[in-house]
């Protein structure tokens, strides 16, 4: 599956689950790391795990599989790493504090040469 397709993928899980101001970033171009990173937010620590849950569920009816899943235990903040697409589910405080949109935003895309 595309980086994108997931990406789609993602977005509607977290969908699904009512998930709170979903922001996608394409990062292409910014970091070998991956292409597209997604960021959302839920309204409890069962929420982030359920929004998580979620996301892994689906991609694996779609024969995707997670990389890795990180902060499952604690709840405030769990990433979920699909190598091309990277998912962080938080708690709005979390988000607020680590503040990740900013982070990215602030490095301007290299052109396309």
Known sequence: MQAEQLTELVVEALDDLK????????VTGLTDVMDYLVITSGTS??????????????AKKQGERALGVEGEDAGEWVLVDFGDVVVHVMLPA????YDLER??????KPDAD
């Open 45 to 58: 620590n069962r929420h982030v795990k359920s929004l998580a849950d979620n996301v892994c569920l689906e």
């Open 94 to 97: 979390t988000r607020d504090f």
């Open 103 to 108: 982070l990215w935003a602030d490095h301007p």
């Open 19 to 26: 998930a709170v101001n979903t922001v996608t970033m394409d």
